[in-house]
């Protein structure tokens, strides 16, 4: 636990101290290179996705939309036709253009499940 802790608090003050100065030296070098600087946004954003899955669910090495896709996949199972993770699915499906890109992001993260 205290371990976790110090490594907790280790993280956020890299974060907070490191992050923005290597972002700007990152982006300055890449800037160039438009597919290499591409790849660098999404790895960016994939990983604060990651954080936030952590941080919401709990989990390691998912992503939101896998969560909350597992969740609405598990409440239609149990057949709940009002869940309060149905309207989150709706908008992350939406913000991706993809009315099944939770679906598939829970098929993506949890292959077992789909054996």
Avoid: Q
């Avoid at 952590?54 to 009002?82: D, F, I, P, Q």
Wanted: proline share 3%.
């Amino acid at each position: 636990m205290i371990r976790n802790l110090g490594l907790l608090l280790l993280a956020i003050a890299a974060s907070v101290l490191l992050l923005p100065l290597i972002f700007i030296r990152n982006l300055l070098y890449k800037i160039c290179d438009t597919k290499s600087l591409s790849k660098y946004i999404f790895a960016i954003a994939h990983g604060i996705d990651v954080m936030a899955a952590s941080t919401l669910y709990g989990t390691t090495y998912k992503t939101v939309s896998g969560v909350t896709g597992r969740k609405a996949w598990k409440e239609r199972e149990a057949n709940l036709s009002s869940s309060y993770i149905y309207p989150f699915e709706k908008l992350i499906n939406w913000l991706f253009n993809d009315p099944l890109h939770c679906y598939k992001a829970h098929k993506a993260e949890y292959p077992e499940e789909f054996i």
